[in-house]
């Protein structure tokens, strides 16, 4: 399917935590990279966390340690769990899938499929 469908964003203060959700139903992911990017007002676009190709979770520095990627393969959706939450975060948060694995350097590009965004705002 496709454009994939975002889901979970919202207002928190700092500290607490969301979960995004994202529904990729009809792929196979097998192979491919899915993940999340966010951008901010001014700023570049930025990988948050990805799932590689082997499986693997790939993670930005800025969120290792308090953001976990999961999926759900029965289901074929994948999640972002956000704990403690900055006002830093505060981002249009985007999913994305169908992008291409390379094994070597575990690097993931051109991904096919992309949801419209959905906003996650952290006061301070």
């Known amino acids: 399917q496709a454009p994939l469908v975002e889901s979970g964003g919202g207002s928190v203060q700092a500290g607490g935590s969301l979960r995004l959700s994202c529904a990729a139903s009809g792929y196979s992911y097998y192979g491919y990279c899915m993940g999340w990017f966010r951008q901010a007002p001014g700023k570049e676009r930025e990988r948050v966390a990805l799932i590689g190709g082997d499986g693997r979770p790939i993670y930005a520095d800025s969120v290792k340690g308090r953001f976990t990627i999961s999926k759900d393969n029965a289901k074929n959706t994948f999640y972002l769990q956000m704990n403690s939450l900055k006002a830093e975060d505060t981002a249009m948060y985007y999913c994305?899938?169908?992008?291409?694995?390379?094994?070597?350097?575990?690097?993931?590009?051109?991904?096919?499929?992309w949801g419209q965004g959905t906003q996650v705002t952290v006061s301070s």
């Open positions: 994305a899938a169908r992008g291409r694995w390379y094994l070597t350097g575990r690097l993931c590009s051109d991904f096919a499929y």
